[in-house]
């Protein structure tokens, strides 16, 4: 896409030979027709019209010399519009890898584990990415600082590029990123974000006038209410200028633009969206039981990072919120998100109970009418027919010493930090250098149990009863032997501890988690689900 430059020059000379050679047979054509009026008109005899001749002969010429000249301009006109378009696209796209940086730092930001919030303030984003900047600037950028009034802005970068392809730089592609949200009470900065965050459509259709934006903040982090959910807006702003001047700049790597000066500022907001706990109806870290004897309804939200255990020995159903007139009937708040198994059966039981009704969501639902709705049981659910609570749940104790014992042998084997990951290594490096009161090793070890168990599966009843060693089984001894394979970014645990099948196979549970898959049909497991593509444009759930 660079090369449109060297086209635009080749296209610009071969219009100039054109319209020389075009205006050149033109003046000799006059010249020829004025030279026969003036030469042969003493040779004509006289007559009573010749006066006419000569200004309807000079009439016609100033017409064809004006049309002549008229196409002539509008093609110029043309093709220095067709090279201004080719110029706008070529600074567009060289502009356009700015924005994929910004988003890049933008996730690094929000995923920083210094962040003590998921809904840090400004203040706090501030913190983290003022103070570590170096890690938040690529290699070939360089650092700017935003100065307006009493207000300082530093997350802004600048770096080179070549734009015309010849290895040489000839413009800067500066872009910011603006996250400090504009308060009420004091009118909005040119560094702060431009406007709130938009919204979406996130709440039912009866109360739309409800699901505006507050006027005022929920709190003084920076984040606003949003239907049900919390939003903040991300700015950023983005150009590329042409180097005018590079007289303090290396000439073997830099040169000056040359050819038609382009120049496009291109904007981009980000809205960053969280749920708030409380929208939750149920939250659990590890298993969720859900059952009673005497019947349950739940009408909400339920998160669970572990399985959901539940069976109705009376009556158990999981509710929408309310109903289609509530102001929050949408989808999202209705969910049962679950990041384990969901298994008809108690924790404690080795069979199931009876069916647990759950709602499925029908944005079209209409008042009076049936909600539809599906059940968990002995057919649907994701582990075999056979398999219940005492095999299924986890054995969080064996998952910890499972962790514990990888940290213990990285430490033997790679006592050094050099040795590590380069993401536990940069995050040792920066936790001490904020804080030189933390005790280095306890940091290690913190940051590599982090590293560990975002590569460790959990550990079922059916692989490591209670009461065995979960370190020494079946034919494993990594009491003895290092549970650990790779080195350095590739480091991670044995095979069995990461993943709950065979890789081979995808489905083979013996010597992995000893939990096989629940088959429906050809080349389909339960639970049965909806396209996600179907489901969002038809708004409605269908399993």
Not at 48 to 56: D, E, M
Not at 258 to 268: C, D, P
Not at 490 to 512: I, M, Q
């Amino acid at each position: 896409m660079f090369h449109s430059h060297r086209i635009l020059k080749k296209i610009d000379r071969f219009y100039r030979k054109i319209s020389e050679k075009f205006v050149s047979v033109i003046q000799k054509q006059i010249i020829r027709l004025l030279r026969n009026l003036f030469v042969n008109k003493r040779k004509r005899r006289a007559s009573v019209n010749a006066g006419f001749v000569l200004p309807t002969v000079a009439m016609v010429a100033l017409v064809v010399v004006l049309m002549t000249t008229a196409i002539l301009f509008r093609s110029f006109e043309r093709s220095k519009h067709a090279s201004n378009v080719r110029v706008d696209e070529v600074v567009m796209n060289a502009a356009l890898p700015a924005l994929d940086r910004a988003k890049a730092k933008i996730e690094q930001l929000f995923g920083d584990s210094r962040l003590s919030s998921s809904t840090p303030s400004d203040y706090s984003l501030d913190q983290v990415i003022n103070y570590n900047i170096n890690q938040f600037t690529f290699g070939d950028e360089t650092q700017l600082k935003l100065i307006k009034d009493e207000e300082t802005l530093k997350t802004a970068w600048k770096y080179p590029v070549d734009t015309d392809n010849n290895s040489k730089f000839d413009s800067y592609t500066l872009y910011g990123i603006y996250f400090r949200t504009p308060t009420t009470n004091r009118a909005r900065g040119v560094l702060k974000a431009r406007t709130q965050p938009m919204d979406t459509g996130t709440v039912g259709n009866e109360c739309q006038s409800l699901a505006t934006i507050t006027g005022n903040l929920v709190s003084t982090y920076g984040w606003y209410k949003v239907g049900e959910k919390l939003k903040k807006s991300i700015f950023v702003y983005t150009t590329i200028v042409p180097i005018t001047d590079f007289t303090r700049l290396n000439t073997n790597k830099y040169e000056t633009f040359t050819g038609n000066k382009g120049f496009v500022a291109l904007e981009y907001q980000q809205d960053r969206a969280r749920i708030p706990l409380s929208n939750n109806t149920v939250v659990y870290e590890d298993d969720l039981e859900i059952a009673s004897e005497k019947g349950i309804s739940l009408n909400g939200r339920i998160l669970t990072n572990g399985n959901l255990l539940t069976a109705a020995t009376k009556s158990i159903r999981l509710y929408l919120v309310s109903s289609p007139k509530s102001c929050y009937f949408k989808e999202e708040n209705s969910k049962v998100i679950v990041a384990g198994n969901v298994i008809n059966s108690s924790v404690t039981e080795n069979s199931g109970g009876g069916d647990v009704q759950v709602d499925l969501f029908d944005q079209s639902y209409e008042p009076n009418s049936k909600i539809k709705s599906d059940v968990i049981n002995n057919t649907n659910k994701t582990v075999p027919t056979s398999v219940y609570g005492n095999t299924a749940a986890y054995n969080d104790e064996a998952y910890a010493k499972r962790i514990d014992r990888l940290v213990q042998a990285t430490n033997s084997a790679y006592p050094n930090n050099t040795e590590l990951p380069d993401e536990v290594k940069q995050e040792i490096e920066r936790d001490v250098a904020d804080d030189p009161t933390l005790d280095p090793t306890k940091v290690r070890d913190e940051k590599l149990r982090i590293y560990f168990r975002k590569r460790t599966r959990r550990v079922p009843y059916a692989e490591i009863a209670q009461g065995v060693d979960s370190l020494k089984y079946r034919s494993y001894d990594y009491e003895t032997n290092s549970p650990l394979q790779g080195n350095g970014n590739s480091l991670r645990p044995v095979d069995e501890w990461v993943f709950p099948f065979n890789p081979a196979d995808g489905k083979t549970a013996t010597n992995y988690a000893e939990i096989g898959i629940q088959e429906n049909g050809s080349n389909k497991l339960y639970l049965s689900a909806t396209n996600p593509v179907e489901q969002a444009k038809a708004d409605k759930e269908q399993k």
